[in-house]
């Protein structure tokens, strides 16, 4: 019923930067709270951003400063722009969503499929 689809991922070198997308395609009424996750190999998943809609954030001590996350509510669209990357930071991105379907009375969360992030020494 909803999709989320992430792009932007990529390999890029310590101190470079990347844009990271994700759209929600279904019956959406509408989209509460958006998030980012990551997850590096052998390591537990992090939360690393939120973004209420009305437009709150927060982020991981780790990132603040270096990542900033943003929504366009007329595209369901979240965004991740993340920059001075560092070696750390590689992991699978990807986002969650809070989402009421058409004809919903309640709020479900549905998660992406992931995208890559690599960042080299």
């Known amino acids: 019923q909803v999709q989320l689809v992430e792009s932007g991922g990529g390999l890029v070198q310590a101190g470079g930067s990347l844009r990271l997308s994700c759209a929600a395609s279904?019956?959406?009424?509408?989209?509460?709270?958006m998030h980012w996750y990551r997850q590096a190999p052998g390591k537990q998943r992090e939360l690393v951003a939120v973004?209420?809609?009305?437009?709150?954030?927060n982020s991981v001590d780790s990132v603040k400063g270096r990542f900033t996350i943003s929504r366009d509510n007329a595209k369901d669209t979240v965004y991740l722009q993340m920059n001075s990357l560092k070696p750390e930071d590689t992991a699978v991105y990807y986002c969650?969503?809070?989402?009421?379907?058409?004809?919903?009375?309640?709020?479900?969360?549905?998660r992406g499929q992931g995208t890559q992030v690599t960042v080299s020494s």
């Open positions: 969650t969503a809070r989402v009421r379907l058409k004809g919903g009375d309640y709020y479900t969360d549905y």
């Open positions: 279904g019956s959406i009424l509408s989209i509460g709270s």
């Open positions: 973004i209420t809609s009305g437009g709150s954030t």
